[in-house]
């Protein structure tokens, strides 16, 4: 992983060209918010917009850009997944996370997905700029709070996440399944959008019954519901 820098949003780096950007994000009003913030900057524009993450693939692949915005949740679809498959693909492209969900809980596993940057909404407008300059750049770009937690997660455990909570040591897979169990879909419904059998999504339910502790698919629904609205 590339060093991380905390935040230098007064850093405006001359840069030779305009940096292309496309925004993936299913909230049209989060978009063209996100579009009118960068477009009035004079060293970058947003070449393409999708909702979706196959629609965002596609339009990454078409536009090339050289920052792709992404969100974490994308409907039904899982921004995280995206990011795997942008890092696999196009490389090149640097990727910056914009979420909701909390950056002390999400922003490691983004990073060790690919992503070179992270983001809350909540801050967008006092750092998303600098972000995408520092992503840009060669950087990696977190809050300075994450940054610490990182730093002194590596030294005092030499790396290892025996500190985290129960929800962090979820898979990648199994936190999608938990994602689409608090969005509302049933077993065979979760199945069918993740393409995967009835038998295998009940082995991951149980997984993460498991690992949350949680006696039933009762507690499992409740959880989920709370996790996601969190």
């Known amino acids: 992983m590339l060093p991380i820098h905390p935040p230098h949003d007064g850093d405006r780096p001359d840069i030779a060209a305009v940096l292309r950007l496309v925004i993936v994000d299913d909230h049209p009003v989060v978009r063209m918010g996100l579009a009118a913030l960068i477009n009035r900057e004079p060293d970058m524009t947003v070449c393409g917009e999708s909702d ?49 969900h909390d950056e002390s809980l999400h922003a490691e596993r983004a990073l060790v997905a690919g992503a070179h940057g992270y983001v809350m909404k909540d801050q967008a407008m006092q750092h998303l700029l600098g972000a995408v300059r520092a ?9 300075a709070e994450m940054a610490e937690r990182i730093v002194a997660r590596v030294r005092s455990r030499g790396g290892a996440r025996g500190d985290a909570t129960p929800t962090e040591r979820l ?6 399944v938990f994602a689409l169990v608090g969005r509302g879909l049933e077993t065979r419904a979760i199945a069918t959008h993740l393409d995967l059998s009835v038998k295998t999504i009940e082995t991951y339910q149980a997984r993460i019954k498991e690992k949350l502790q949680l006696k039933n698919s009762h507690e499992l629904i409740r959880a989920a519901v709370e996790w996601t609205r969190a």
Do not use: F, H, Q
């Open 171 to 176: 898979t990648d897979r199994e936190r999608e």
């Open 52 to 100: 979706t993450a196959d629609g965002g693939l596609a339009c990454i692949r078409r536009e090339r850009p050289d920052v792709a915005i992404v969100d974490l949740t994308l409907g039904m679809d899982s921004g995280l997944e995206l990011v795997k498959a942008l890092n696999s693909a196009l490389p090149e492209v640097r990727i910056l996370i914009l979420s909701m």
């Open 135 to 143: 992503v840009a750049g060669g950087r990696t770009y977190v809050s």
